[in-house]
């Protein structure tokens, strides 16, 4: 798939090749990482804690399983680095609401070739989908830059849901509009549509806005939001 400000993306179009780097499907995962990348959180708390005693087993294990309530979706960057005293440790650089990454991971399993794709959103996405009390609707995956891994979700998650997924380029297109309208459904709730209006105006991790747009936290998308329609309260 070329990068396009509209796509309607169908089951079946997922096309390895196009949502990886060049060299990445036929790399070869190093074992080390494969091995830890297998384990489970059982394993994972028993060797943390062999390697540090004065660690409690439990706290581990809770820290392991803990399910965040709002920052499902996020990734880290770390690094390996050592003290003045020789002790190894990682140092949490900064971490990310919308991780990107998929793109540059060889595949732990060669014959899943939605990989990491797949997987998150069959961890994180669906399940908060299907918890949701939503109305009848279209899927969307909107989007402003990282066309190779935003397609990438867009064909896993059609061929998650058997449905066709509309992926739209937003911001980037209309780079000087503010303005959005909103037509929401009558039946939508309104938290859901609460939700979708903070989205619609900035995104937090997209750097800071300035001058006008200084009263965004993040980057501006669409600041003046309208509301055209009714709503469940």
């Not at 991971?105 to 961890?123: F, I, K, S």
């Amino acid at each position: 798939m070329q990068p396009h400000p509209y796509r309607a993306v169908e089951p079946g179009q997922y096309d390895l090749a196009s949502h990886f780097y060049p060299r990445v499907p036929n790399a070869q995962l190093h074992p080390l990482v494969g091995y830890f990348l297998k384990l489970g959180n059982e394993r994972i708390a028993t060797r943390f804690c062999h390697l540090h005693p004065e660690v409690k087993p439990e706290a581990v294990r809770d820290a392991l399983s803990a399910s965040p309530r709002h920052f499902r979706w996020s990734g880290t960057d770390l690094f390996y680095v050592t003290d003045d005293k020789g002790r190894r440790r990682f140092v949490v650089i900064e971490t990310n609401s919308s991780p990107s990454g998929q793109k540059s991971m060889p595949l732990v399993d060669p014959y899943a070739e939605q990989a990491g794709y797949r997987t998150l959103l069959e961890r994180t996405f669906l399940p908060m989908l299907q918890r949701r009390n939503l109305p009848q609707g279209d899927l969307a995956v909107l989007w402003d830059k990282n066309w190779m891994e935003v397609s990438g979700y867009a064909a896993a998650l059609s061929d998650l849901t058997g449905e066709t997924v509309h992926l739209v380029q937003v911001k980037d297109e209309y780079p000087d509009e503010q303005n959005v309208i909103l037509v929401p459904e009558p039946d939508i709730p309104y938290e859901v549509l609460v939700l979708t209006m903070d989205s619609t105006r900035e995104d937090p991790e997209g750097g800071s806005s300035e001058g006008a747009d200084a009263q965004c936290e993040g980057r501006c998308l669409f600041p003046f939001v309208v509301i055209a329609g009714g709503v469940q309260n």
